[in-house]
C-alpha cells in the first residue's frame, strides 16, 4: 500500500475493529462464547481483510448485547471505508441501544 491515504484509512478502520472487539468482550456474559467468536474475524483482521471482518463482528454483535459504543465504533470503520449504507445501518443501532 503506497498510498499514504489508504494507509491512513486503513489504519482508522483498524482500530474502531479492534475498538469494538473489546467492548464486545467487555460487555459478553460469556467471555468464552464471545472470543471463540471472534476467531474467524481475528483471522481477516490478520490479513487486512477489513471489509469481511467488518461484516463479521457486526454479525457477532447481533447475537449479544452489545454496548452503544461497539454500534458507534462499527459506524464509524464503515464511513472510513466509504460504505455510507452500511454506517446507517450501524447509526441505528448505536441510536437504539442508547435510547433502549
Not at 27 to 53: C, I, K, P, R
Request: charged share 25%; with cysteine.
Amino acid at each position: 500500500m503506497n498510498d499514504p491515504r489508504l494507509f491512513k484509512q486503513s489504519g482508522i478502520v483498524e482500530e474502531n475493529l479492534k475498538d469494538a472487539r473489546r467492548y464486545l468482550v467487555a460487555s459478553s456474559s460469556s467471555f468464552s462464547e464471545v472470543t471463540t467468536s471472534l476467531d474467524q474475524f481475528d483471522e481477516f483482521l490478520d490479513h487486512n481483510e477489513l471489509g469481511l471482518a467488518l461484516q463479521e463482528i457486526a454479525t457477532i454483535g447481533e447475537n449479544h448485547l452489545c454496548k452503544a459504543a461497539f454500534w458507534r465504533r462499527l459506524e464509524q470503520a464503515a464511513l472510513a471505508m466509504e460504505q455510507v449504507e452500511i454506517a446507517a445501518e450501524f447509526h441505528k443501532k448505536f441510536l437504539a441501544t442508547v435510547s433502549g
